[in-house]
């Protein structure tokens, strides 16, 4: 049995990490924005990816089964369409972004 201590350390490192939202994780981790990139303006950007053709056309592809009834599963299915994406592709998806600005 662990100590009480050990599980509250356990929570507030997992807290930290659930401070920034969903959206903020997936760009950064796909290199779209600076991990220092505050949270309304990495909104804005994520809402500039979902609304580009070529992850509309990938994120469809993907919720095929499903209907996206809810608003994570649509971060998910963006996740899952920006992992299929190559370097190139995240490149070019990258400078559409940045000429939408």
Do not use: C, W
Request: charged share 25%; hydrophobic share 40%; proline share 6%.
């Amino acid at each position: 049995m662990k100590h009480p201590t050990q599980n509250k350390r356990a929570l507030q490192t997992h807290r930290s990490a659930l401070a920034v939202p969903s959206y903020h994780r997936i760009l950064v981790k796909h290199g779209l924005i600076e991990k220092t990139l505050s949270i309304p303006d990495a909104y804005e950007v994520f809402l500039k990816v979902g609304a580009d053709p070529e992850i509309q056309k990938l994120r469809r592809k993907v919720a095929r089964g499903d209907k996206m009834k809810h608003v994570p599963a649509l971060y998910l299915a963006t996740a899952m369409a920006l992992q299929g994406m190559t370097k190139p592709e995240l490149g070019a998806l990258k400078l559409r972004i940045a000429k939408r600005v």
